[in-house]
């Protein structure tokens, strides 16, 4: 075709574009044969849009198309990474949005000059992409990086050991299959079901209880006392010293009017009269304060 027959480049763009769009919607003809061809078309296909792209100027509306049908030619690359965190009882749509963010800058950063194929570049960014929101937006509910990095390896055994048995394994299989302990099993199951933290006040589901916090603890009488008991302390040492002393023999040591006057060699009257002396004074005091 000559120079002045040449479709325009954007008549190229566009018969790309349909072409992916047909690649990526077109239902294939053969079920049986469906996955291998269409990972190899989709391989394909990746490979001559990465071509197509790389000549194109970012920013153009060329670009952004051809950009766009890359994006979705390699969903099915973070649907697949994405299942690999379905046990973290988060919403898959969330998990893809987040994984087609690692794949979109893995598109805007791949260089096919260096000789690697695109799903090996970039699925290390989908699927850091999405341990990266697990990390930082998921996770109320901090667990040490050891047992985190276990429990990946424990859910994995986890994976393996039933695809192989046809079944659940069991806690024993899966410490045997690690070559650790059972309770270091138990404690990573745990961690990884540990995502968020549970209100004190929320009632436990299921079982009919009222909330934590109201099945901790019990009341304590001497609280209402507290602060009575910091008022008096204020006001005692506005009293002389032979006063306090005798109301601390009185209601703290608990002696008697008679044993104080012994104790201090005066009349039991004196003492008395010191009593309703110093009672006088801290209610003055008191209504001062208040």
């Not at 949005?97 to 194929?117: C, E, H, M, S």
């Not at 990573?188 to 109201?214: K, M, N, V």
């Not at 005692?236 to 032979?242: A, I, S, T």
């Not at 209601?251 to 008697?256: A, F, I, M, V, W």
Request: charged share 25%; with cysteine; aromatic share 6%.
């Amino acid at each position: 075709m000559s120079a002045s027959t040449a479709p325009p480049q954007e008549a190229v763009a566009e018969a790309v574009v349909e072409t992916v769009v047909e690649a990526v919607t077109e239902p294939p003809a053969a079920p049986a044969a469906a996955p291998r061809s269409r990972g190899a078309d989709t391989r394909a296909l990746t490979q001559v849009l990465f071509a197509e792209l790389k000549e194109l100027r970012p920013g153009t509306p060329e670009h952004d198309r051809v950009r766009c049908a890359l994006i979705e030619a390699n969903l099915p690359l973070v649907r697949y990474a994405a299942a690999r965190f379905r046990s973290r009882n988060e919403p898959m749509e969330d998990v893809v949005q987040v994984g087609t963010i690692g794949l979109i800058n893995a598109i805007d950063r791949f260089d096919p000059d260096r000789g690697v194929q695109f799903p090996t570049f970039a699925m290390p960014t989908v699927v850091g992409e999405i341990k990266r929101y697990f990390r930082d937006n998921v996770r109320t509910v901090h667990v040490p990086r050891r047992l985190h990095e276990l429990w990946v390896q424990v859910n994995s055994a986890t994976e393996d050991l039933t695809t192989a048995f046809g079944r659940s394994p069991t806690t024993a299989e899966i410490a045997e299959r690690l070559r650790i302990t059972e309770e270091e099993v138990l404690s990573c199951i745990e961690a990884g079901r540990s995502y968020h933290a549970t209100s004190l006040e929320a009632a436990q589901e299921g079982d009919g209880l009222p909330g934590l916090l109201d099945r901790l603890g019990y009341e304590d009488p001497a609280l209402d006392g507290v602060e009575h008991r910091d008022l008096v302390r204020h006001l005692l040492v506005q009293l002389p010293e032979r006063e306090q002393r005798i109301l601390l023999l009185r209601y703290y040591s608990n002696l008697t009017q008679s044993q104080i006057s012994a104790e201090l060699g005066v009349s039991q009257m004196h003492v008395s009269r010191l009593l309703a002396r110093s009672f006088q004074r801290l209610r003055s005091a008191n209504r001062i304060e208040a």
